[in-house]
């Protein structure tokens, strides 16, 4: 895919920010409780789009055998966890020291070998991942063009790529910034409604770095149903990517 910039992505302040959570990420009644919710929707809709992607049988446990994947952004592997159980080889990045400790404490606790390192991830040299997610990372970033192009250069040719990010829209702005916040559903300062990305920006980013974007699933939330995948994309959406 080319070689990503070497421009700095991470902003200190945010990689503080969700290091200081680090203890508090498997907890699902804690500060993340939000993340777990999420886990399960995001989940579902990356293993239909690997089915989709190399036409596997969406039966099969292990769809993931034989691949690699990269999670940039990945907290304390809540996302890197499921991923190596898909049968992947995987590699968690993260910003933040304190969550690199946490996710690798939890792995080798659950007995998974999972390739945790901390840094920009255009300096680490990455490349050849048959997926690349970095799910609710973007809206987060200094550098929004060299952060995909970074992610672009460490997806092999042909590839999948797995990005989610809220929108933005007042929709988001009320619920998630002024209502999820002040009720403490999420940490104060976790959301900056400005840095949201609308997926006609998100579709111009990833054609910047040769991608072609995918048709976005919505990420709703209704009383009856929680969180759940949704035409409706005002909240937040899902998206993947390949080679254009």
């Not at 050849?128 to 809206?139: A, R």
């Not at 006609?200 to 939330?221: F, H, K, N, Y």
Request: negative net charge; glycine residues 12%; contains cysteine.
């Amino acid at each position: 895919m080319g070689n990503a910039t070497t421009s700095t992505t991470i902003r200190p302040e945010e990689a503080a920010h969700f290091g200081a959570l680090a203890a508090d990420w498997w907890d699902p009644r804690g500060s993340s409780a939000m993340l777990h919710r999420l886990g399960p929707v995001r989940l579902g809709f990356i293993r239909a789009a690997i089915d989709a992607h190399w036409q596997g049988d969406s039966r099969g446990v292990r769809p993931l055998a034989g691949r690699r994947a990269l999670d940039v952004g990945c907290g304390a592997g809540l996302l890197c966890e499921p991923l190596a159980r898909l049968g992947a080889a995987v590699t968690g990045i993260d910003a933040a020291p304190e969550n690199i400790a946490a996710a690798s404490a939890h792995a080798a606790g659950g007995g998974l070998e999972i390739d945790y390192r901390c840094g920009e991830v255009s300096a680490l040299g990455l490349s050849g991942y048959d997926l690349v997610c970095s799910l609710e990372v973007i809206e987060h970033v200094a550098d929004k063009d060299a952060f995909v192009a970074a992610l672009a250069a460490a997806l092999a040719p042909g590839g999948l790529m797995v990005l989610s990010t809220p929108n933005r829209t007042a929709k988001s702005k009320l619920l998630m910034v002024e209502a999820a916040e002040r009720l403490g559903m999420v940490p104060r300062g976790t959301h900056h409604w400005q840095d949201f990305v609308t997926p006609d920006e998100l579709r111009e980013l990833l054609a910047g770095a040769g991608l072609a974007m995918g048709e976005p699933s919505g990420i709703a939330w209704s009383p009856l149903r929680g969180l759940h995948l949704a035409s409706d994309l005002a909240l937040n959406y899902i998206v993947t990517a390949t080679s254009a």
